[in-house]
């Protein structure tokens, strides 16, 4: 493919880092008369990057809410019924909203399973019933190219210490993403782990960690300039859909291209 | 008894064993086999929600003690995807953290099979988060609370046991939810494993078992395979923990051994 075609872009998490990078990216890879709908919990934010697009000719919707609320996928699929037109021919859903949870702790701290429970649900839950539902909502059908995409981590194949949420949670989704992509050989997923990001989520990473010595792998990676821009790996993550080579289900890193 | 247990002479030690869904199936098979291998002073912990079907079990776990030492066999009636099932089990655990002690035995067996449908079928946050609240969250939280109750120590043998599946690692169609918590599971405990030097972590996939989960299965999905009887599951289990070797962390497969 040399482009996205005319799309309708479902992105979560898109008001900063990765999310963010994705939906400016992709804008310029879609076709005219594609539409994106945009999900994050901070308005402003979302509304700055809607007007940056709509500044290049593409529609976006802002979904303001938490995922992780009962009536959240809901909406996001209405909205993104209401945008999706009959001559669309790619609806590609990008579950990249996400959080890391306290790293702060170890795991024999967690002795609340509310608290277990919440993180899960975010991380884990929503992005299970929002793709489910916009499985549901633009179901399989000639001429419509269908693409799910997990932003998964390194975390998902390899423990760390004091990450257990992170850490289960990015596994739990690769299995969720890979019987997926088995029950459903038409359609296109992707676990795509983008390299360890610049972001918000980093300098958390970095300064709260409770282990040291991932701490001091982290802080050292910062300071050695070594974290991954986010453009840098949105841009991989374009050439694997373009090329659309890669195996339904498969865990690809950055570090992989 | 199977003829893969192990030589005579080696032994639990005076050990706090506490089995989750012990009231059935997998769970039930191990309590009756663990009592062989319990040192006198030994403590037994039974985890279930059926009340008749524990005291059931603690008479004959009593009639088959009835020419050994004295064993202190309780049991919790607790439903584990609550607050209070996790902090009763605890509690009653706690209790017996006065005494001497070798070595903590914790079998996180407890878990559900969950609905068995296609994945575009999962639109519902609550019951997604219901099933990744029993299967998920209840075993770190009350993993967490046991070795906040048994403090892991060089001269203590620690030893807990996450009761996995082969859908931990294959992706299976309409199996989602299990898959899912089986992977975040399996993660959890690699973590856990990395964390605490000093205790050893074992997720152990049993087989497929004569149980009523796999009576569930069956009527579910119309498969049916070979079923070896969970006693069977059970001793090689045991030989893993007796004989101490496996690497903590690890997956094992009943088919392995």
């Known amino acids: 493919m040399e482009t996205l075609g005319r799309a309708l872009c479902i992105i979560t998490g898109a008001s900063k880092g990765f999310g963010r990078a ?9 076709e005219p008369g594609s539409a994106f709908v945009l999900v994050a919990r901070s308005g402003d934010e979302l509304r700055t990057l809607q007007t940056e697009l709509a500044e290049s000719g593409v529609e976006a919707r802002c979904v303001v809410l938490d995922l992780s609320l009962n009536e959240s996928p809901e909406r996001v699929v209405r909205t993104a019924k209401e945008v999706f037109s009959p001559d669309m021919e790619h609806v590609i859903l990008v579950n990249n909203a996400a959080s890391l949870g306290d790293v702060s702790r170890f795991g024999k701290s967690f002795t609340s399973m509310a608290e277990v429970t919440s993180y899960l649900s975010f991380n884990v839950s929503s992005a299970l019933c929002l793709t489910a539902g916009v499985l549901q909502a633009f179901p399989e059908q000639s001429g419509l190219r269908r693409c799910v995409i997990n932003v998964s981590s390194l975390c998902a194949l390899k423990p760390f210490a004091s990450w257990v949420l992170y850490c289960s949670g990015k596994a739990a989704r690769d299995m969720m993403f ?26 958390v990473a970095r300064t709260e960690t409770r282990d040291s010595s991932l701490r001091k792998v982290l802080s050292d990676m910062f300071a050695e300039g ?12 374009m050439k694997l859909l373009l090329e659309d080579k890669y195996k339904s289900g498969d865990h690809i890193d950055f570090y992989d291209i | 008894m199977s ?102 035995l914790l079998i996180n067996n407890a878990a559900s099979l969950g609905d068995i449908s296609p994945f575009e079928n999962f639109i519902e946050l609550e019951r997604v988060n219901s099933y990744l609240a029993f299967n998920v969250s209840s075993v770190l939280a009350l993993t967490a ?69 796999q009576e569930d299965i069956r009527r579910l999905t119309g498969i ?18 007796l004989d101490n070797a496996f690497v903590t962390g690890c997956h094992v497969d009943f088919f392995d051994l």
């Open chain 2, 145 to 213: 609370g046991v070795l906040q109750a048994f403090p892991p120590r060089a001269g203590l043998q620690w030893s807990v046991v996450n009761c996995s599946s082969m859908f931990a690692v294959q992706a299976w169609p309409s199996w989602v939810l299990y898959c899912t918590a089986k992977a975040a599971r399996d993660m959890m405990f690699r973590v856990l494993a990395v964390e605490n030097p000093n205790v050893k972590v074992l997720s152990y996939a049993p087989g497929p078992m004569d149980t009523e989960m």
């Open chain 2, 3 to 104: 003829g893969v247990l192990h030589a005579s002479g080696s032994t639990l030690g005076r050990c706090m064993c506490i089995i989750t869904g012990a009231s059935k199936g997998f769970g039930r098979a191990l309590a009756h086999l663990v009592l062989h291998y319990l040192k006198p002073g030994s403590v037994l912990l039974l985890v279930a929600r059926s009340r008749p079907l524990l005291q059931q079990l603690k008479e004959d776990l009593l009639q088959s003690l009835k020419d050994m030492e004295e064993m202190t066999i309780f049991c919790t009636v607790a439903d584990l995807s609550t607050k209070e099932g996790i902090e009763d089990t605890v509690a009653m655990a706690r209790q017996q953290s006065l005494k001497e002690i070798d070595h903590v």
């Open chain 2, 224 to 241: 049916q395979c070979h079923l070896h009887p969970c006693r069977d599951s059970a001793a090689k289990l045991m030989r893993l923990l």
């Open chain 1, 22 to 30: 994705v939906a400016k990216e992709m804008a310029r890879l879609v």
């Open chain 1, 178 to 203: 890979k019987v997926l992509a088995e029950e459903e050989p038409d359609l296109r997923v992707l676990n795509y782990a983008p390299g360890p990001l610049d972001t918000e989520m980093h300098i």
């Open chain 1, 226 to 237: 070594k974290l991954v821009k986010c453009e840098a790996s949105c841009a991989t993550m």
